[in-house]
């Protein structure tokens, strides 16, 4: 299995309040994305990294911040969160896509905003 | 933008009945293209993938052809069993920019019954 731990795994908050979700990783991959899924909609991209400090939007960035000071951790903050944030957060990896390379995810992160 | 569509389940089959999910794609150029499993509790595996116009992936008796001239990649397995039930999400890596991110569908839940 790769070595993906995404925490925390459950949480309950209440709207307003601040959020971290925490990627760590052990195989040194350069690539790191955070994904949200929720019925109806799959797998929408949020952020993703493609090294130390460099990061990018995905498609539902609002409301989402990044950053990556370690190569093996990935934060997602949810400033201020909002019930539409309520979600599955799932942590991905990657050498590179391009060749052989693929995605390996994490076991998700389920969060519910009040 | 590089979009896939996937056919809407949940999909319901017996023991040993033939599987097809349906995935289309739109996308310039020649993307690589992908299905990943998301067994119940469990983050997404990659099951499958192709990386040019008539190739076969294929894994665990699951198969899949890269159709360009139908933009297709549907799924499909001659003897489902019981441990095949899963979410079942398709995917694409475009060639344009951002190519080092996938673009997913929303899902198809598959249901084996015994």
């Known amino acids: 299995d790769a070595g993906i731990t995404q925490s925390p795994r459950h949480k309950v908050t209440e709207t307003g309040t601040p959020v971290t979700l925490r990627c760590h990783q052990t195989?040194?991959?350069?690539?790191m994305y955070w994904y949200r899924q929720d019925p109806g909609h799959g797998l929408r991209l949020i952020h993703y990294?493609?090294?130390?400090?460099?990061?990018d939007k995905g498609e539902v960035s609002d409301g989402y911040s990044v950053s990556r000071s370690k190569t093996e951790d990935f934060l997602l903050t949810l400033e201020s969160a909002t019930s539409s944030q309520t979600s599955v957060y799932f942590c991905?990896?990657?050498?590179?896509?391009?060749?052989?390379?693929?995605?390996?995810f994490g076991e998700g992160s389920r969060l519910t905003v009040l | 933008g590089d979009s896939v569509t996937q056919m809407e389940g949940p999909v319901t089959l017996s023991e040993e009945a033939f599987l097809t999910i349906n995935c289309t794609y739109t996308?310039?150029?020649?993307?690589?293209l992908f299905w990943y499993v998301q067994y119940p509790g469990e983050g997404l595996q990659l099951l499958l993938k192709?990386?040019?116009?008539?190739d076969k992936g294929s894994n665990k008796g699951f198969e899949a052809t890269y159709r360009k001239e139908t933009t297709s990649f549907h799924l499909e397995k001659g003897s489902v069993q019981v441990s095949d039930s899963a979410v079942y999400f398709c995917?694409?890596?475009?060639?344009?920019?951002?190519?080092?991110?996938?673009?997913f569908g929303k899902g198809t839940k598959l249901t084996v019954n015994p």
């Open positions: 192709a990386t040019k116009a008539d």
């Open positions: 996308a310039t150029g020649y993307p690589s």
């Open positions: 991905a990896i990657s050498p590179g896509l391009g060749g052989v390379g693929e995605l390996f």
């Open positions: 195989e040194n991959h350069r690539y």
């Open positions: 995917a694409l890596r475009g060639t344009q920019g951002g190519s080092e991110k996938l673009v």
């Open positions: 990294s493609y090294g130390v400090k460099d990061t």
